[in-house]
């Protein structure tokens, strides 16, 4: 009978030593990794886009320092459409002052498992950044650097800032968070029924699972295309302390 009480008792000590450590890599492995991997693809975007800007600069004609610059160009006209995206590559910088002025995510091509593991996911199908239609992304809530933690935060008038390279593009949130069902996919057309707007636009949704730690539901935010400007006219505003 001893015998018996003594395993039993290593047998439940070693399952909440197996839990404990399940636990740990959850919570704590899975966001090292992540972050680690999104501080990369923010790494190879800025190394690319560096290369980029030095070839723009060897090829563009002299010009003169009297030459006016408008740096905030208010969103009328979709800018230049960019190359299609490549799956599962990161494409743009995100930022959300709300979530704190250290807070910026990487956005991929896609929105697989593998993809969201790296950063932000768009969903293939919807608009391209800046362009008209619906440009959607989607994020972890919790784990894998925990992107979207503080995503019920989000309030309208917040910034949500991008760039690709070459254009600063600040969105203002107009609705949200909104709570619904994963099967909601209508969240994402280009001119969501739910979200107040009424006709064709340069919008943005973002999109993440609720509750924090499950994902039975969902949450909306969406926003409009505000504002664009060259990144040589340096930050825009709503990233300026």
């Known amino acids: 009978m001893r015998v018996l009480v003594r395993t039993v008792s290593e047998l439940c000590i070693t399952i909440g030593t197996l839990i404990v450590l399940f636990v740990v890599y959850v919570l704590f492995w899975t966001g090292v990794k992540a972050d680690s991997e999104m501080n990369h693809q923010i790494e190879q975007l800025q190394k690319q886009w560096s290369k980029g800007s030095v070839a723009q600069q060897s090829k563009a004609p002299p010009t003169t320092p009297t030459t006016p610059t408008t740096p905030t160009t208010p969103a009328t006209e979709s800018p230049k459409a960019p190359g299609p995206y490549a799956y599962g590559k990161p494409f743009a910088v995100m930022y959300i002052p709300r979530l704190g002025f250290t807070w910026n995510k990487p956005v991929l091509e896609g929105t697989g498992t593998s993809v969201l593991?790296?950063?932000?996911?768009?969903?293939?199908?919807?608009?391209?950044?800046?362009?008209?239609?619906?440009?959607?992304?989607?994020?972890?809530?919790?784990?894998?650097?925990?992107?979207?933690?503080?995503?019920?935060?989000?309030?309208?008038?917040?910034?949500?800032?991008?760039?690709?390279?070459?254009?600063?593009?600040t969105y203002r949130i107009d609705k949200g968070p909104y709570k619904t069902v994963p099967t909601d996919i209508e969240v994402i057309d280009p001119v969501p029924r739910k979200s107040g707007y009424t006709a064709p636009g340069r919008y943005l949704t973002l999109t993440t699972c609720d509750p924090e730690w499950g994902h039975s539901h969902r949450l909306i935010v969406w926003a409009h295309l505000d504002s664009t400007q060259p990144v040589e006219a340096g930050k825009p505003q709503a990233l300026r302390r």
Do not use: C, I, M, S
């Open 117 to 169: 593991q790296k950063g932000l996911g768009r969903y293939r199908g919807t608009a391209q950044l800046g362009q008209e239609g619906n440009f959607a992304v989607a994020g972890h809530r919790r784990t894998y650097g925990d992107p979207f933690k503080d995503f019920p935060q989000l309030r309208r008038g917040d910034a949500v800032v991008l760039t690709d390279g070459t254009t600063w593009f």
